[in-house]
């Protein structure tokens, strides 16, 4: 059972990058899944949420219009796209089933010039 997150890394200040999560050893189309953040110093931050059908959507103010969360039930994987980056968006960011309280290992997302 786990969660394997892939596609961070360092991008320029209005750049984009997308995040993808592969599950494994459950029923993923059973779950919402979610997204979270942690930044160096600050306590772990929601992003955005999906339910298990993919039809109900939320998003953090912070990211709001600039961020889109979508899941692919038949490949198991919850991605996050990310545009119009801005450097208070750099943190780790780590995919969340919270009905199972399981997290993946996080990837690294850098914003800078």
């Known amino acids: 059972v786990q969660l394997v997150e892939s596609g961070g890394g360092l991008v320029q200040p209005g750049g984009s990058l997308r995040l993808s999560c592969v599950a494994s050893?459950?029923?993923?189309?059973?779950?919402?899944m979610r997204w979270y953040r942690q930044a160096p110093g600050k306590v772990r931050e929601l992003v955005a949420i999906?339910?298990?059908?993919?039809?109900?959507?939320n998003y953090a103010d912070s990211v709001k219009g600039r961020f889109t969360i979508s899941r692919d039930n038949a490949k198991n994987t919850v991605d996050l796209q990310m545009n119009s980056l801005k450097p208070e968006d750099t943190a780790v960011y780590y995919c969340?089933?919270?009905?199972?309280?399981?997290w993946g290992q996080g990837t690294q997302v850098t914003v800078s010039s």
């Open positions: 999906i339910s298990s059908a993919g039809d109900n959507i």
């Open positions: 969340h089933v919270q009905a199972r309280g399981l």
């Open positions: 050893g459950f029923i993923f189309s059973r779950y919402g």
